[in-house]
C-alpha cells in the first residue's frame, strides 16, 4: 500500500523559497499521478498542482502559477514542489496526493480524484 511522506515545510518571510518532498513508500510512485494541495485554516483543502505519472503533464491553479514548479524523481520515488515568491496568503498545511493511473498525460488538481495522501507539512509565510 502506498504511504506518502511530505517535508521541507517550515518559516520563511515573504519572497522566500521553500521546495516541499513527497516521498512514497510500500509502492512504486512511477505509475502514480501525484497532486500537492493546502489547506489554510478555516479554509477547504484546495489543489495546488499536480504531475502525471510520467512527469510530461503539469497543471497549476492560478494563484500559483509562475511562482511554483512542481516535478518529480521516480528513481527516488519523490515528487517535489518547488515554491518561490511565497506570500503570506501561502500559509497553509500543504499535502500530497496519489493516484494509480493508466493515463501517461493524466492529472487533475480535484482532491476527490486522489486516494492516497500524506499527513502535510506546515508551510509559514511571514509579511
Known amino acids: 500500500q502506498l504511504q506518502l511522506v511530505e517535508s521541507g515545510g517550515g518559516l520563511v518571510q515573504a519572497g522566500g523559497s521553500l521546495r516541499l518532498s513527497c516521498a512514497a513508500s510500500?509502492?512504486?510512485?512511477?505509475?502514480?499521478?501525484v497532486g500537492w494541495f493546502r489547506q489554510a485554516p478555516g479554509k477547504e483543502r484546495e489543489g495546488v498542482s499536480c504531475i502525471s505519472k510520467g512527469g510530461g503533464r503539469t497543471n497549476y491553479v492560478a494563484p500559483v502559477k509562475g511562482r511554483f514548479t512542481i516535478s518529480r524523481d521516480n528513481a527516488k520515488n519523490t515528487v517535489y514542489l518547488q515554491m518561490n515568491s511565497l506570500k503570506p496568503e501561502d500559509t497553509a498545511i500543504y499535502y500530497c496526493?496519489?493516484?494509480?493511473?493508466?493515463?501517461?498525460?493524466?492529472?487533475?488538481?480535484?482532491?476527490?480524484?486522489?486516494?492516497?495522501w500524506g499527513q502535510g507539512t506546515q508551510v509559514t509565510v511571514s509579511s
Open positions: 496526493a496519489a493516484r494509480i493511473t493508466s493515463g501517461q498525460g493524466l492529472c487533475v488538481t480535484g482532491r476527490s480524484w486522489y486516494d492516497a
Open positions: 510500500g509502492s512504486t510512485l512511477d505509475a502514480y499521478a
